[in-house]
């Protein structure tokens, strides 16, 4: 099937990339697919999870891969033609990411029969001792495909293939100052695991603030008429004032367009709206179908058709992230394990959905151990949390 093609070759550049043999040209080509869209970036945070892929795997015991193959391509190709156009589109996103999971495990089940690996020590039983709160860490992708880790303390100069250079230092990367030629401008992505977090400073002296599970794409320098970025998942921004260049902060669902502003945007694929928190200046939000202007104090809800809702936003809530500290102001037990899951590398299951409105409101240090919070939400939403590795069953 010609459309779920791109798809088979991603598997194949994910396999070789967990294996640790991609070259240069095809790690490019990987980052560019998970930059293009905010899904891509989901299922790639999936495919990199131990736990996520070892489930998986297991699903494909006593299947014979070939067969389970083919189960796979039947059902995609059911899909009926005479959908809505963009009923089917997400039809096909959807059994074309599939693909990508089913095509990377069949793969990694070849691997297995062609060089299988030592028999493997018993594994450790993780504890909650083992679940840490996160740290400043993140990666950036240059605009050659070249990852550079980004780690606490880490101490470096980078420098991109357009001159750009860039410095990290106490946990921040710093890009200089740009040029004032034309030249087109690379490039690069700044991507924070679950568990991780990291401030960054553009050429133009905007200040960014990345929250856990996050990303932007940026130019490293800005010489056009507007300033444009790109960002998924939850970010603070102190935009530089330029009035002659408009910043644009562009979502999976919005344009945030700002002259001098700071401001909260929240866009995290698993979260119910797109939230934006303007602490000053001016900012307008738009939309495919609407748009509205935000005053110092206010915030607006952007559903996933493109409504959007204004309203006074709670700041001390919306920045608390940064601040180091969680808030949890009336808010429900399925909202906070949602946090907690990005900031702990941890993944909440719940065993009986009523619990997900069980509401709670208290306010903890970011960097307090997880055993603290689970039982001041044990006590107070009468739940229990059983855990399982890194997994914790709501009961």
């Given at each position: 099937?010609?459309?779920?093609?791109?798809?088979?070759?991603?598997a194949?550049?994910?396999g070789?990339?967990?294996?640790g043999?991609i070259?240069?040209?095809?790690?490019?080509?990987?980052?560019?697919?998970?930059?293009q869209?905010?899904?891509?970036?989901?299922?790639?945070?999936?495919?990199?999870?131990?736990?996520y892929?070892?489930?998986?795997l297991?699903?494909?015991?006593g299947?014979?891969?070939?067969?389970?193959?083919q189960?796979?391509l039947?059902a995609?190709?059911?899909?009926?033609?005479?959908?809505?156009?963009?009923?089917?589109?997400?039809?096909m996103?959807?059994?074309?990411a599939a693909?990508?999971?089913a095509?990377?495990?069949?793969?990694?089940?070849?691997?297995f029969?062609?060089d299988?690996p030592?028999?493997?020590?018993?594994?450790?039983?993780?504890?909650l001792?083992?679940?840490?709160?996160?740290?400043?860490?993140?990666?950036?992708v240059?605009?050659?495909?070249?990852v550079?880790?980004l780690?606490?303390?880490?101490?470096?100069?980078?420098?991109?293939?357009d001159?750009?250079?860039?410095?990290?230092?106490?946990n921040?990367l710093?890009?200089?100052a740009?040029?004032?030629?034309?030249a087109?401008?690379?490039y690069n992505?700044?991507?924070?695991p679950?568990?991780?977090?990291y401030?960054?400073?553009?050429?133009d002296?905007?200040?960014?603030?990345?929250?856990?599970?996050?990303s932007?794409?940026?130019?490293?320098?800005?010489?056009?008429?507007?300033?444009r970025?790109?960002?998924?998942?939850?970010?603070?921004?102190?935009v530089q004032?330029?009035?002659d260049?408009?910043?644009v902060v562009?979502?999976?669902?919005?344009?945030?367009?700002?002259?001098g502003?700071?401001?909260?945007?929240?866009?995290?694929?698993d979260?119910?709206?797109?939230?934006t928190?303007?602490?000053?200046g001016?900012?307008?939000?738009s939309?495919?179908?609407?748009?509205?202007?935000?005053e110092?104090?206010?915030?607006?809800?952007?559903?996933?058709?493109?409504?959007?809702?204004?309203?006074?936003a709670?700041?001390e809530?919306?920045?608390?992230w940064?601040?180091?500290?969680?808030?949890?102001?009336?808010e429900?037990?399925?909202?906070?394990?949602?946090k907690?899951?990005r900031w702990?590398?941890v993944d909440?299951?719940?065993?009986?959905?009523?619990s997900?409105?069980?509401?709670?409101?208290?306010?903890?240090?970011?960097?307090?151990?997880i055993t603290?919070?689970?039982k001041a939400?044990?006590?107070?939403?009468?739940?229990?949390?059983?855990?399982?590795?890194?997994?914790?069953?709501?009961?």
């Open positions: 099937m010609d459309e779920l093609q791109p798809y088979f070759d991603i194949e550049l994910a070789k990339f967990l294996k043999e070259t240069g040209e095809e790690r490019a080509r990987l980052f560019a697919w998970i930059e869209d905010y899904r891509n970036r989901l299922l790639w945070e999936k495919l990199t999870r131990e736990a892929l070892q489930q998986q297991d699903s494909f015991n299947q014979e891969p070939g067969a389970a193959w189960k796979l039947s995609i190709r059911s899909a009926p033609e005479e959908t809505a156009p963009p009923k089917r589109r997400r039809i996103y959807y059994a074309a693909a990508v999971v095509a990377l495990l069949i793969l990694g089940v070849k691997f029969a062609k299988p030592p028999p493997s020590p018993v594994a450790e039983v993780k504890t001792d083992d679940i840490h709160p996160g740290a400043p860490k993140a990666q950036l240059l605009g050659n495909g070249k550079v880790n780690l606490a303390g880490a101490k470096d100069t980078i420098r991109e293939s001159g750009t250079r860039a410095a990290t230092e106490k921040e710093r890009y200089a740009a040029s004032d030629d034309m087109a401008p690379t992505s700044v991507l924070t679950r568990g991780g977090e401030k960054l400073v553009l050429s002296g905007t200040k960014v603030w990345l929250n856990a599970a996050s932007i794409r940026f130019p490293t320098k800005f010489n056009g008429a507007e300033r970025v790109y960002i998924e998942g939850e970010a603070y921004l102190e004032k330029d009035a260049h408009p910043f562009s979502t999976p669902k919005t344009d945030i367009t700002v002259l502003t700071s401001f909260d945007v929240k866009t995290y694929a979260e119910p709206y797109d939230r928190s303007l602490v000053d001016r900012v307008r939000i939309t495919k179908t609407a748009s509205a202007v935000l110092p104090g206010m915030q607006s809800m952007v559903t996933a058709g493109g409504r959007i809702q204004t309203g006074d709670d700041l809530e919306a920045l608390a940064k601040n180091g500290q969680f808030v949890f102001q009336h429900s037990l399925e909202s906070i394990c949602r907690l899951s702990y590398n909440f299951v719940f065993k009986n959905t009523s997900e409105n069980l509401h709670f409101t208290g306010r903890l240090d970011k960097d307090d151990h603290g919070l689970l939400l044990e006590a107070t939403c009468h739940v229990r949390f059983d855990q399982s590795g890194l997994t914790l069953t709501v009961e």
